[in-house]
T-cell receptor
Framework: ETGVTQSPTHLIKTRGQQVTLRCSSQ?????VSWYQQALGQGPQFIFQ???????GRGNFPPRFSGLQFPNYSSELNVNALELDDSALYLC??????????????FGQGTRLTVV | QQQVKQSPQSLIVQKGGISIINCAYE??????FPWYQQFPGKGPALLIA?????SEKKEGRFTISFNKSAKQFSLHIMDSQPGDSATYFC????????????FGPGTSLSVIP
C-alpha cells in the first residue's frame, strides 16, 4: 500500500449536484496531484497543490476546484456535475512540487458515477 | 503534439513469454518517461522510468528501451507471469512543467498459464 488514502471509494451523484472528494497524502509528502481516469483511458491531470497553493492545472473547467490543508491533505470539488464527469478520480502525493519527476504515489481512487 | 500514443490496446501472452508494449511521443521537450502498472480497483503504481540520455534501463524482469531519434520507447516484460496481468500506462513529462504530464491510453495485459 502507498499510504495515500482517498474517500469515499464509491459515490453516486445526480447531474447538477456538487461533490467533494478527499485525499490524505503519504507521510512526509507536501504535494498532491489529482487525476481523472475515464473508463478505459489513461489518467488526465486535473491540478496539483504544493504547500497549500495550486501549482499547476490541466485542461479542466473552473468548476473543478481544490484545496490543500496545512497537514497536506487535499480536497477535490466538482460543481454542476455532468454525466461525463463519471470517472475514477485519483490522488497522487509526492515529496516535491512536481507532478511526476519524483515518484508520485497514487491512492486507490474514488469511483464517481453521475446519473 | 501533447499526446503519448500506446500500442497494443490489449495483449495476451503465455506464461514465460515476453510482453512488449510500445509508446511514441511527439513533443521533444518531454524529458522523463515513466511506466505505471495498474491493477483493478487500485491506483497506478510506478514500475520503472527512464530519461532520454539513456537508451535502456533494466530492473529485474522489466526493461525500457528508448529511441530518442524515433521518439519511441517500449516496455519489455521478460518471463511474463500471471501476476503481471494488469493495465500498463506509459507517460511523459517535462521536468520544468508540472502540467505537461501525459499518460498513454493504456495496455491491458493478460498472462495466461
Amino acid at each position: 500500500e502507498t499510504g495515500v488514502t482517498q474517500s469515499p471509494t464509491h459515490l453516486i451523484k445526480t447531474r447538477g449536484q456538487q461533490v467533494t472528494l478527499r485525499c490524505s497524502s503519504q507521510s512526509g509528502h507536501n504535494t498532491v496531484s489529482w487525476y481523472q481516469q475515464a473508463l478505459g483511458q489513461g489518467p488526465q491531470f486535473i491540478f496539483q497543490y504544493y504547500r497549500e497553493e495550486e501549482n499547476g492545472r490541466g485542461n479542466f473547467p473552473p468548476r473543478f476546484s481544490g484545496l490543500q490543508f496545512p497537514n497536506y491533505s487535499s480536497e477535490l470539488n466538482v460543481n454542476a456535475l455532468e454525466l461525463d464527469d463519471s470517472a475514477l478520480y485519483l490522488c497522487a502525493s509526492s515529496s516535491e512540487g512536481r507532478a511526476m519527476n519524483t515518484e508520485a504515489f497514487f491512492g486507490q481512487g474514488t469511483r464517481l458515477t453521475v446519473v | 503534439q501533447q499526446q503519448v500514443k500506446q500500442s497494443p490496446q490489449s495483449l495476451i501472452v503465455q506464461k514465460g513469454g515476453i510482453s512488449i508494449i510500445n509508446c511514441a511521443y511527439e513533443n521533444t521537450a518531454f524529458d522523463y518517461f515513466p511506466w505505471y502498472q495498474q491493477f483493478p480497483g487500485k491506483g497506478p503504481a510506478l514500475l520503472i522510468a527512464i530519461r532520454p540520455d539513456v537508451s535502456e534501463k533494466k530492473e529485474g524482469r522489466f526493461t525500457i528501451s528508448f529511441n530518442k531519434s524515433a521518439k519511441q520507447f517500449s516496455l519489455h516484460i521478460m518471463d511474463s507471469q500471471p501476476g503481471d496481468s494488469a493495465t500498463y500506462f506509459c507517460a511523459a513529462s517535462m521536468e520544468t512543467s508540472y502540467d505537461k504530464v501525459i499518460f498513454g491510453p493504456g495496455t491491458s495485459l493478460s498472462v495466461i498459464p
